[in-house]
Nanobody
């Protein structure tokens, strides 16, 4: 089992920045990659970014490329999502997830463990 706890969400104005954190505990060595997803009311869960836990290789969703940066601190078993130039359409609950699949997965069903989510609201 892997436990994931997100933090750092909140209310920010358009153009502002937030940094989300995801602290992992438990069988973290079994995870190949960590990812961030988001879900707005009435919408499907959307892929945001993923990072290879060992190599640091990253992959981003088209809607956040150039604005968001995913990173990890292996010593702390923590993954971060730096979000800059935020837009109202970035408003959603953001979820951290862990996968044992040996790919940089963009599909929610390929992730084994999920956090409880943290709300990000961008006001116009």
């Amino acid at each position: 089992q892997v436990q994931l706890v997100e933090s750092g969400g909140g209310l920010v104005q358009t153009g502002g920045s937030l940094r989300l954190s995801c602290a992992a505990s438990g069988r973290t060595f079994s995870s190949f990659a960590m990812g961030w997803f988001r879900q707005a009311p009435g919408e499907e869960r959307e892929f945001v970014a993923t990072i290879n836990r060992i190599s640091g290789r990253t992959y981003y969703g088209d809607s956040v490329k150039g604005r968001f940066t995913i990173s990890r601190d292996s010593a702390k078993n923590t993954v971060y999502l730096q979000m800059n130039s935020l837009k109202p359409e970035d408003t959603a609950v953001y979820y951290c997830a862990s996968t044992e699949q040996v790919v940089l997965a963009t599909t929610p069903s390929l992730y084994n463990y999920w956090g409880q989510g943290t709300q990000v609201t961008v006001s116009s």
